[in-house]
């Protein structure tokens, strides 16, 4: 079955950095898109980012402004999101998640999403 493994979040001060990362099995990683979002208590889950299946093709929640990279390694079926400039405001659970169907162009609807990691907390302090 496809599993999403998520890893990386944690503990950071205000102006630092993380790198999530999420590993996918059960499916060709080459034939999908990935995103990430992120949830706080209380509030819908909302994009941070998105990448196609080629990865050629990026998408970013209006809030990253340049803070924020998603990027994928084939070889390691690895989706990562490296985030720099943290804010507080960025505290959230963070999800990678993968659609159903293969060639998935689509990229900010958590419902279009079928497969989803664990979560990762991170957590910024100010």
């Known amino acids: 079955q496809v599993q999403l493994v998520e890893s990386g979040g944690g503990l950071v001060q205000a102006g630092g950095s993380l790198k999530l990362s999420c590993t996918v099995s059960?499916?060709?990683?080459?034939?999908?898109?990935m995103a990430w979002f992120r949830q706080t208590p209380g509030k819908e889950r909302e994009v941070v980012a998105f990448?196609?299946?080629?990865?050629?093709?990026?998408y970013y929640g209006d809030f990253v402004k340049g803070r924020f990279t998603i990027s994928r390694d084939g070889a390691k079926n690895t989706v990562y999101l490296q985030m720099n400039s943290l804010q507080p405001e960025d505290t959230a659970v963070y999800f990678c998640?993968?659609?159903?169907?293969?060639?998935?162009?689509?990229?900010?609807?958590?419902?279009?999403?079928?497969?989803w990691g664990q979560g990762t907390q991170v957590t910024v302090a100010s």
């Open positions: 990448i196609n299946w080629s990865g050629g093709s990026t």
């Open positions: 998640a993968s659609p159903e169907d293969a060639f998935y162009s689509g990229a900010s609807y958590a419902q279009d999403y079928a497969y």
């Open positions: 059960g499916r060709t990683f080459s034939s999908y898109s």
